[in-house]
């Protein structure tokens, strides 16, 4: 077991660091005239030169990021280039509201998605099924961006139940707190689920037509006791597998969902970062969400070995 999880971080460390390498290169290569675009078109040249030299601009690109990659093995992600603040507190204040948001609709998306995808599975070939089925594919046709002014309007707007934008920490009110991230939560649950669901009824289907299911259930034991206590173990694999990527895409589409929510999240600051060109906060961004989705993936290959030992060989 050491072994497998001494692989699995020397892969996750790899992974960050060619991420790290590629996403430099391509913002600080094609940036342009950096400088330029912090002072204004109005700024003298000498003005530009010298912001080009204290932002370091001027050497070479492989010096560059040996300097960020230095200082990001402290703890320095360095400054933004438009607002007197540190990358690392910035992320620091924004990362709570993202995590909050993507943690609580992935556990709510898991717990429905396993509800549903179980009991199509269950009851293949019935009219169950087929609603299950055809819900899904028509709420994953939707993109969640019109989910998500769907329930503005009808439950913030219309019926006034929860707000349409803005958010409370947890630290400042648990109640506050969830009655902000509510309607956001619900619209990348809806996703979630319909991409999802479908995954794990494929994965149950394949596990309740192995041969030692029809020995349990010849043994008399109880359905209950065929699909929750064996069969879903074993399906619990590539119910994992699809735990991860849809962590990848709620990351994703919080970047939508918070600046259509007015969240003070990752994904809000992602954008605006984009549209200014701030590409330290773009850098600290990208480096943070890479070590997370890493950890996350980290922690599913754990609880993959304990489900599935063959895995710790592979």
């Known amino acids: 077991m050491l072994t497998f999880l001494a692989r699995r971080i020397v892969t996750g460390a790899v992974m960050v660091f060619a991420i790290s390498v590629l996403t430099f ?26 912001r080009t030299q204290e932002l370091g601009l001027d050497r070479s690109l492989p010096e560059q990021y040996f300097d960020w990659l230095t200082s990001a093995l402290t703890g320095d992600l ?11 507190e910035e992320l620091g204040r924004r990362l709570t509201a ?13 717990i429905i998605a396993m509800f549903v995808g179980v009991l199509a599975a269950v009851r293949r070939g019935t009219w169950i099924d087929r609603v299950i089925q055809t819900t899904s594919l028509g709420a994953a046709a939707i993109p969640g961006f019109l989910w998500a002014i769907a329930l503005v309007m009808l439950f913030a707007l219309n019926l006034r139940w929860f707000p349409a934008t803005g958010f409370v920490r947890p630290t400042d009110s648990i109640g506050g707190w969830i009655h902000s991230i509510t309607l956001p939560v619900i619209a990348l649950v809806i996703g979630g689920v319909a991409s999802s669901a479908q995954q794990i009824r494929g994965a149950m289907i ?7 299911v029809r020995t349990l259930r010849s043994r008399g034991l109880s359905p209950r006791s065929v699909i929750f206590k064996h069969s879903l173990r074993n ?4 119910g994992l597998a699809v735990i991860a990527l849809q962590f990848v895409g709620m990351l994703g589409g919080a970047v939508i969902v918070e600046n259509l929510f007015n969240i003070p999240g990752l994904g809000s600051l992602s954008a605006n970062a984009s549209i200014q060109g701030d590409v330290p906060i773009l850098m600290g961004i990208v480096v943070i969400i890479a070590i997370i989705v890493v950890v996350v993936n980290l922690l599913l290959d754990i609880a993959q070995g304990w489900l599935n030992p063959k895995v710790r060989v592979s």
Do not use: M
């Not at 360095?78 to 690392?88: D, E, H, T, Y």
């Not at 399906?235 to 590539?238: D, F, N």
């Open 235 to 238: 399906a619990a694999g590539p």
């Open 98 to 110: 993202t995590l909050s948001l993507v943690a609580v609709s992935l556990l709510f998306s898991v």
């Open 206 to 212: 394949n596990v309740v037509n192995q041969d030692y």
């Open 78 to 88: 360095g400054s933004s280039w438009f607002r007197a603040v540190q990358v690392n």
């Open 25 to 50: 290169t391509l913002l600080y290569s094609t940036g342009g005239n950096a400088a330029r675009r912090i002072l204004g078109d109005f700024a003298s040249e000498e003005a530009v030169a010298l």
